[in-house]
């Protein structure tokens, strides 16, 4: 099994600044990376797949990288809605995995 | 609009069953592959199963292969999930979510509500 792993579990940030979290895969994933976002009370929602494209309707403040192992998301400019938690996912082997989460707070 | 409903879930007791459902719309349903990932109180994301568009392939969790079965009526667009052999470690919201195409080692597009399984005594 693939173990993702995401730095940190916690970032708190301030409106408007830069936000950039990590993921790791513990073997090569490939780009076959999503990034998800979930707020409290709500379902995840698909932000980012193929490692950087963005899913539909979101933001261009939201971008992704990497390939093989290692992976950023970036959030340029934080606006309220979006301190939640966002978890990368692996789905390039069965079973696909999904990292513990980073949970994004308001500073 | 495309839309993912699910229903089935409840309290039951240690060794029960259940069976999830998961209703669509909005979208061709047996052209996407579906899968239900599974979220304990507090804690992440687990996925938990999924089956092609045609119903042909299907894969487990280590975790619940043998108790749980996934299957999908495209005739009525609707995605299940029996869970048999409940454990107290599977209680969770499980959600329902489409993928991006006919097979599931894609990203998942779009997610339901999800429905809470409880399992206690």
């Known amino acids: 099994e693939i173990v993702m792993t995401q730095s940190p579990a916690t970032l708190s940030v301030s409106p408007g600044e830069r936000a950039t979290l990590s993921c790791r895969a513990s073997q090569s994933v490939n780009n076959n990376l999503a990034w998800y976002q979930q707020k409290p009370g709500q379902a995840p929602r698909l932000l980012m797949f193929g490692a950087s494209t963005r899913a539909t309707s979101i933001p261009a403040r939201f971008s992704g990288s990497g390939s093989g192992t290692e992976f950023t998301f970036t959030i340029s400019s934080l606006q309220s809605e979006d301190f939640a938690v966002y978890y990368c996912?692996?789905?390039?082997?069965?079973?696909?995995?999904f990292g513990q989460g980073t949970k994004l707070e308001i500073k | 609009d495309v839309q993912l409903l699910e229903s089935g879930g409840g309290l039951v007791q240690p060794g029960g069953s259940l069976r999830l459902s998961c209703a669509a719309s909005?979208?061709?349903?047996?052209?996407?592959?579906m899968s239900w990932v599974r979220q304990a109180p507090g804690k992440g994301l687990e996925w938990v199963s999924g089956?092609?568009?045609?119903?042909?392939?299907?894969d487990y969790a280590d975790s619940v292969k043998g108790r749980f079965t996934i299957s999908r009526d495209n005739s009525k667009n609707t995605l299940y999930l029996q869970v048999n052999s409940l454990r107290a470690e599977d209680t969770a919201i499980y959600y329902c979510a489409k993928h991006g195409g006919p097979y599931y080692y894609s990203f998942m597009d779009v997610w339901g509500q999800g429905t809470t399984v409880t399992v206690s005594s």
């Open positions: 089956v092609s568009s045609s119903g042909g392939s299907t």
């Open positions: 909005g979208f061709t349903f047996n052209n996407y592959a």
């Open positions: 996912q692996q789905y390039n082997n069965w079973p696909y995995t």
